[in-house]
């Protein structure tokens, strides 16, 4: 079973500019997932949802050896046995710098083959090219700004405690939205800043215990896709809502992002529309 602390992140790294998708590297699902009391033994997950990846730095030589870009979007269920840890990603995307390849239909392919063999079920894979760049717009996750409150803050790890409900008053639906998300990552420490929606129906979470709970990942280590779930369980277990989605959109890394949503209820998949600070 491979774990963070084997991947390459934190450690020098050989830039190969030949296609070698055994770069790609996957970290299990279930090793984090097990500390928020999700196992495979207790059956059906509390939510579903996707990992929205987009690739910025996605280079590569045509037949003819000129030089082709464009972004790519992959989208991987949160159902996935693995994640794949984002600089095993972004050297694997790199080793296309100086590979020939037949096309984007052949790329998507390739990408696809190996990326649902690194996540350990399907993916889907688009890329945008330089032509339709143009078409690609910005804008900002919507909701009630939790931001507005002045709240003073002493702790900067996460306290479900925090969370709290008015479970005597009658159910409401809103969706709250933060830009105040900072976690850092497992492995390194290094910063991950995102904007976090939360959107439910059930009773009425308090927002100023809510704003501090999210502010309170500040010093926490987890990936992306885990700091979401943790969000969402702490949510599902302190409030009780029936119905609860989250989505963060973090901003890029070594010219990838990651955009992890969760959600107990359907409400269709969430839009891959970029921020501003992304």
Known sequence: MTTPDQ????????????YAPELLFPIPRAQKREELGLTADSGTMPFF?????????????????????AIATITAPSDSPNIVESKSFKLYLNSFNQTRVAGTDALVELLRQDLSAAFGSPVHVSITTPDAFGSLKMGELEGTLLDRLDVEIDQYLPSPHLLTADHDASPVEETLVSHLLKSNCLVTGQPDWGTVQIR????QIEQEGLLKYLIGFREHNEFHEQCVERIFMDVLRQCKPTKLAVYARYTRRGGLDINPWRANFSTGKPGNLRTARQ
Do not use: C, F, H, T
């Open 7 to 18: 991947s390459p992140l934190g450690k020098s790294s050989a830039y190969q500019s030949q």
């Open 200 to 203: 439910y129906v059930g009773p």
């Open 49 to 69: 949802g996707v990992d929205i990846w987009n690739a910025y730095e996605l280079s590569w030589l045509n037949m003819r050896g000129k030089p082709q870009v």
